[in-house]
């Protein structure tokens, strides 16, 4: 550094000179003169535009040619004194947009491909890298190599390293972390969402980053997290976040061992077990404590009253018991943030518990057991941004109407009436997110008008028709409810434009006709009318939602053709018609990118066209109990292995907001990227069918030989046809049971026990081939395993938005 700063001392001294003997045009050749970055440092940053993959051109700026100085290049900053390069703000903003859809990756325009860590350290004076939330696959990163001999020394600058929700980064070697412990003057770490899961030593490789400051390891697959280990040298860790790690362990004794600690987060990590009696070494520090979300247990130790600069006390979703006053009557009253529902605490909650709490902003109360005692007159002294109640009693709380400045309102499992109801609609309009499920509102909706960002009303009993929404609603679920009538809903008129990304009313009592007024929500995402009375065809309006993804109608009474129209819907990736009464032929035209295509129990007929084999993403197709024919296509097997050119995309928007949980909450500390929480892992590189159900129906011909390559296929059911001939042979399809090909009178071969006339020799052989082609497919078979594990976790459970899971 001594050098630079001399060279530009003498640069500065020139200039004045020239300045002084010459005329003033020479300043603007010093300047250009003086703002030049490092040569070296520039051929660095080009090595790095040259290795990485950038598809959207964020590294365009990276070129001498553009912008003399590298100083100016997008996400460089440098020294203002020596212009060497300090710091690269690379991250990848992935807000959702149109543009997103069309690409179907959320992640299509972030820097991707691999890169040398290593190389990156020549960049002598970095001391600050993010390159979060790209799609980076390959990390190399090598102090051993003698190319990099000299990194060990120099990137002891770097301070801030950032390479979270990489979610595919693999690096070259198992021990990630050991290598990043060679970066002795690390303070902040973030490696969320990179699977770990190899790290068994991950702890120990980080006590040796003596400043390590913040700690963030969420959503790592981590797997081990020391729980014996009573000390763990982390003398300088001020934050630790763990969320979502499945540690499946007791608490750790050298989590509350941590001396000058003010932030722990190990909330979703399948903590067990009870609280430590002793006072932990954290408590006069410690001003952030989640817990929640775990399977502790036992009752809350006294010290909590000792924990003098606890700020957030967040403990909901466990099984801790014991009476709620000695966790009321010890409370901070510092506390901003205090979640306490879901667990077994007995006793009463009163306002005389809350009386020092003019701070708070976030409370969670409630236990199936626990009474609340509020007086209907109490003025609050604190105005909460969020508020959750699970089993609040009969008595609605009034107070919560004193909370002029509430944006999230949970309450669930009451048997409060809501009375007068007409008060609480209103109320609601200044919500951000109303979430109320299972409690008995009972209430008629047809004449309510909704008028929060997030609706979520499940189970709550509510009858009449569907409610209008005012065109500052997103989203909007009223699944498990009595409601009747969708056309007021559907055909209302709204001045401004309608914002709805998220229609679901499934599970309910929806009758007549889906009146033909889709053309008013063009914004619809997803659309789930599931499990209802709806009869009639579907209206061609539905066309209009350009940007729907997710179309489910299955269990209902529709009927007719499938609308042309439904070909308008071009992202449609998931569509499920099935158990209803359409018929016609196979909608083959529907878009390329369907990837659930359940077409079972209808009135399907005609044949599968080779028109099948051009579904690039098909995962499942489901067209059994239809009444099909004709035979299976011979290019089905193409369908296996196929590399769709759209390899890694997986966008249904279900918003799944798991991840970013406390982020959503935290908008209301104001972090603005909390609502993109949508939940996109990829379901793996190769698009392979999974699924194929074409049973009972009239199919007829043989089995294609071709199939025998469909070595992927978790569940094949051709069972209930007319098939005939040898099951194709050495293929994962003998795999499958004779239930697999049961009511085919005209089939034969293994897994069948009737023989084929030709199929009498050399068992022996054959049944050697199945083993080894076991061996090939197994390592695959687990991915796909693991892929349709992803696939159903996120998109087939009822997606839903809870904000204080
Ligand atoms: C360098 O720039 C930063 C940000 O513009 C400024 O805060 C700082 O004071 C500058 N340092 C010097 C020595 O000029
Ligand atoms: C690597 O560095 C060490 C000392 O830091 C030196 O002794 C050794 O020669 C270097 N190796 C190479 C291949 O440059
Ligand atoms: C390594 O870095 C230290 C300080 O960070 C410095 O004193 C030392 O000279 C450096 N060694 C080499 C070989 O660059
Ligand atoms: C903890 O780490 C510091 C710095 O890395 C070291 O000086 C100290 O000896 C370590 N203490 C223990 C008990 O390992
Ligand atoms: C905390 O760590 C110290 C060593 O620094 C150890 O002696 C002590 O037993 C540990 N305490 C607990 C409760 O594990
Ligand atoms: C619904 O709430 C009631 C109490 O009002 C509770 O007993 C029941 O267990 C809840 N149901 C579910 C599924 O949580
Ligand atoms: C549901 O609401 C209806 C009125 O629409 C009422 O008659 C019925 O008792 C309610 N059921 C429950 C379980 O609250
Ligand atoms: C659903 O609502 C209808 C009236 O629309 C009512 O007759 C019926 O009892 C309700 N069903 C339930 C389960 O509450
Ligand atoms: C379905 O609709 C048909 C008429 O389209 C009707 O005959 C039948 O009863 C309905 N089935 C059910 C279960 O409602
Ligand atoms: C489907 O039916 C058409 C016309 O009936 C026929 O030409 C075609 O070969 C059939 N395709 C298959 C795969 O059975
Ligand atoms: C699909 O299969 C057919 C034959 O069944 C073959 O001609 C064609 O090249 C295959 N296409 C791809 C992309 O593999
Ligand atoms: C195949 O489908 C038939 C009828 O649709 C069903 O009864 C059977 O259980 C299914 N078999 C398998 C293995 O899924």
């Known amino acids: 550094m001594a050098t630079s700063s001399s060279n530009q001392i003498t640069i500065i001294l020139f200039c004045l000179l020239s300045t002084i003997i010459f005329n003033s045009s020479s300043l603007v050749m010093c300047n250009s003169m003086m703002v030049h970055c490092d040569e070296k440092d520039e051929s660095t940053l080009l090595k790095f535009k040259h290795e990485v993959t950038d598809p959207s051109g964020v590294l365009s700026s990276w070129s001498s040619d553009e912008v003399k100085d590298c100083c100016q290049w997008r996400g460089v900053h440098c020294d203002n004194i020596t212009h060497r390069v300090t710091e690269l703000h690379l991250p990848c903003d992935t807000i959702q947009s149109d543009e997103i859809l069309d690409q179907d990756n959320e992640k299509w325009h972030c820097l991707t491909g691999e890169f040398d860590m290593s190389s990156l350290f020549d960049l002598e004076f970095l001391s600050y890298l993010d390159l979060s939330n790209n799609d980076f696959k390959t990390i190399k990163y090598d102090f051993n190599s003698i190319h990099n001999n000299k990194t060990c020394n120099d990137s002891s600058n770097i301070h801030y390293l950032d390479l979270a929700y990489n979610y595919h980064l693999f690096s070259d070697y198992n021990n990630m972390l050991h290598q990043i412990s060679h970066l002795s003057s690390l303070k902040f770490l973030d490696l969320s969402g990179i699977d770990l899961y190899k790290e068994t030593d991950w702890l120990q490789s980080l006590t040796s980053l003596s400043s390590l400051s913040e700690l963030h390891l969420d959503d790592c697959s981590l797997k081990d997290i020391n729980p014996s280990l009573q000390y763990a040298n982390l003398t300088s860790l001020k934050v630790l976040s763990l969320v979502s790690n499945d540690f499946s362990s007791i608490l750790p004794s050298w989590l509350f061992n941590l001396s000058h600690i003010s932030y722990i987060d190990i909330s979703k990590t399948s903590m067990h077990g009870q609280l430590p009696q002793t006072l932990p070494k954290f408590h006069q520090s410690i001003e952030s404590l989640y817990l929640n979300d775990n399977d502790l247990d036992g009752p809350i130790p006294d010290w909590l009253g000792q924990l003098d600069q606890l700020q957030v006390l967040a403990l909901s979703h466990n099984s801790f018991c014991g009476p709620i006053s000695t966790i009321l009557e010890n409370l901070p009253?510092?506390?901003?943030?205090?979640?306490?529902?879901?667990?077994?605490?007995?006793?009463?909650?009163?306002?005389?518990?809350?009386?020092?709490?003019?701070?708070?902003?976030?409370?969670?109360?409630?236990?199936e057991s626990l009474i609340f005692d509020f007086d209907p007159k109490w003025n609050p002294p604190f105005q909460l941004h969020v508020l959750a109640l699970e089993y609040p009693g009969l008595k609605f709380p009034s107070w919560i109407y004193t909370q002029t400045s509430l944006k999230v309102l949970y309450i669930g499992n009451s048997r409060t009436s809501f009375q007068p109801l007409g008060k609480f609609w209103k109320f609601t309009a200044q919500l951000e997110v109303l979430n109320l499920i299972n409690n008995s509102i009972s209430a008629d909706m047809s004449n309510v008008l909704l008028d929060s960002k997030h609706v979520m009303m499940l189970s709550n009993n509510l009858s009449g028709s569907v409610p209008r929404v005012s065109p500052k609603v997103t989203h909007l679920d009223l699944s498990y409810n009595n409601l009747s009538d969708i056309s007021p809903f559907l055909c209302q008129k709204m001045k401004e434009k309608g914002n709805l990304e998220t229609l679901f009313i499934s599970d309910n009592a929806l009758s007549g006709e889906i009146p033909n007024c889709w053309m008013n929500w063009r914004s619809l995402f997803q659309v789930n009318l599931r499990s209802n009375n709806l009869r009639g065809e579907i209206p061609h309006s539905i066309g209009s939602l350009s940007r729907l993804i997710f179309l489910d109608l299955e269990e209902n009474n529709l009927s007719g053709e499938i609308p042309l129209s439904l070909k308008g819907c071009k992202n449609l990736?998931?569509?499920?018609?099935?158990?209803?009464?359409?018929?016609?032929?196979?909608?083959?035209?529907?878009?390329?990118?369907?990837?659930i295509f359940q077409l079972g129990s209808n009135q399907f007929s005609g044949n599968i066209s080779n028109e099948i084999c051009r579904f690039y993403s098909l995962k499942i197709l489901d067209l059994s109990d239809n009444r099909l024919s004709g035979r299976i296509p011979i290019c089905m097997h193409n369908m296996t292995s196929m590399i769709s050119p759209y390899a890694s995309m997986d966008v249904f928007m279900v918003p799944s907001y798991s991840k970013y949980s406390r982020r959503s909450i935290a908008i209301f500390k104001s972090v603005p990227q909390s609502i993109n929480g949508i939940n996109s892992h990829d379901i793996g590189t190769l698009t392979l069918l999974e699924s194929l159900d074409l049973s009972n129906n009239l199919f007829s011909g043989q089995i294609p030989q071709s199939m025998s390559g469909m070595s992927f296929l978790e569940v094949l059911n051709l069972s209930c046809n007319n098939f005939e001939g040898k099951i194709p042979l050495g293929t994962q399809l003998e795999g499958f049971t004779n239930l697999s090909y049961a009511g085919n009178p005209k089939l034969c071969g293994p897994p069948l026990t009737k023989l084929c006339p030709q199929d009498e020799k050399l068992p022996n052989e054959k049944q050697k081939r199945e083993e080894d082609d076991d061996d090939d497919s197994s390592e695959v078979l687990i991915g796909v395993n693991i892929a349709l594990a992803k696939l159903f976790d996120h998109h087939q459970e009822a997606p839903q938005v809870n904000y204080f899971d």
């Open 333 to 367: 009253p510092l506390l901003i943030e205090l979640r306490l529902h879901s667990n077994f605490f007995t006793g009463t909650v009163s306002d005389k518990n809350f009386h020092l709490l003019s701070k708070l902003k976030i409370l969670g109360l409630g236990s």
């Open 573 to 595: 990736r998931y569509l499920s018609l099935g158990k209803n009464a359409f018929s016609g032929v196979i909608p083959i035209w529907i878009s390329k990118r369907i990837k």
